[in-house]
């Protein structure tokens, strides 16, 4: 444990004197300064995709580095970028350009601003306003905090931050009383459409892709995305997706929007995009938007954005590799059989007695803990949930990193069955461990 000069992210810091230290990570084992192991349960935040110091990963980056650490992507490129956006390009349908910055909030600023001049650079410039769902989240930054508004986190930036027409989601947990779940998909969707039948300001709807992770993974139901896509065609709204957490696989599809059927006007990608090694995300878009922004240089019609490491040539490279390594190891395939075994413990999980809710899909769980099952009371501990699961989850040799009332499991994505297995047991032990100090 060290004392630490660092301000560490979404932490209260007076709770938190000290910090393990880790040292060295190693497939799906992080290892700390004192030599414990824990299991990477949210997979380094929700990214890394084959564990950790995996070979072929590593060699890509070090081979890279030796050639050509960076090089700015202003009046020049570099190929390994060319070649990742060809490959995010082909595996990605209907999208024909490759926008990179280095964070996934940043990609959805990007999302967000091409999405407002497109509208301006075809001539529709009363399109301003943007519509999202309830609940969604897209990043820490202002753009982001606007379209992905969660009202506990950024209730004190509520002035600074521009205003977003909100449509509620089916949650099928908490369905508003009054309603069934199918009658409050249909009054969502209806919603939408009312919206955009009134209002012909709309530019675009942005949401997250199959599910909304941090608003408490929330899963949509079937058909439910597809529709949403379809209103804004009718409405020619753009439908800008959010993959950065869901996509790569994390579902269980490669691009989670083919699943769905819903084909959008520009989607973000990050986190797993290079395997959770580097920092880089990709905001991609389609060819009838990409064709606006160009003409003659003094219509300014071009894009004024750009950060410093866009097109990072080392974050390219460990990119492909991984995209190399999905191919190799046909990691989609075997997704789906290892998502399996979150099933088989479905009854034991939802069995503890401070277990309200369990949400799965693909390599995604989230349990919501609450003191009454049947009132569905969320747990209100006075210290954080985070910091009684996270030393809990320590004592058990797993790394655990909760969202409010949910644990969430986020495992790599290539954990083994047996690896999984112990991580779904362990988090078993951990919140049968917690419950005397959450109650
Ligand atoms: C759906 C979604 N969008 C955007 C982001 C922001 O990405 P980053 O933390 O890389 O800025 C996150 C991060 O968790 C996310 O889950």
Known sequence: ????????????????DSFDEIIQAKGMWLIDSAGNKMLDGVSSMWCNVWGHSKKELVNAIVKQSKK????????????????????????SPGMNKVFYSDNGSSSMEIALKIALQYQNNIGEKQK???????????????????????PQFFGKFKKQLFSTIQIPVPNKYRVPKGFTYPDYQ???????????????????????????????????????????SQICKQYNVLFVLDEIATGFG???????????????????????????????????????IYDSFLGNFNEWKHLFHGHTYTGNPIAASVALENLKLYQKNNLIKKIKNTSKIFEKYYDIISKLDLVGDI???????????????????????????????????????????????IVMLVPPLAISENDLKLLLNRTVQTIKSAKKQVI
């Open 359 to 405: 949400r799965h899909k693909g390599m995604l769980m989230g349990i919501e803990l609450v003191t009454d099952k049947k009132k569905k009371t969320p747990i209100h501990p006075k210290k954080s949930i985070n910091k009684i699961f996270f030393e809990e989850g320590k004592k058990h040799g797993i790394y655990l990193r909760t969202l409010g009332n």
């Open 250 to 288: 994390r579902l269980g599809s490669m691009v989670q929007y083919t699943e769905q059927k819903s084909i959008p006007d520009i989607v973000s990608y990050g986190k797993m995009l290079t395997g959770g090694y580097l920092t880089m995300a990709a905001t991609l878009t389609n060819k009838k």
């Open 128 to 150: 301003s306003k943007i519509a999202t769902l309830e609940n969604g989240y897209h990043g820490d930054t202002f753009g982001a905090m606007s379209v992905g508004y969660v």
């Open 186 to 228: 249909n009054f969502c969707l209806d919603k939408i459409e009312q919206q955009f039948s009134k209002d012909n300001k709309i530019a675009a709807f942005i949401m997250e892709s199959g599910a909304q992770v941090a608003g408490g993974v929330v899963i949509y139901p079937k058909g439910f995305q597809k529709k949403i």
């Open 68 to 91: 050509l650490q960076h090089s700015s992507m202003f009046n020049l490129t570099n190929k390994p970028a060319e070649l990742l956006a060809k490959k995010l390009v082909e595996i």
């Open 1 to 16: 444990m060290i004392k630490s000069s660092v301000w560490h992210p979404n932490t209260q810091m007076k709770e938190w």
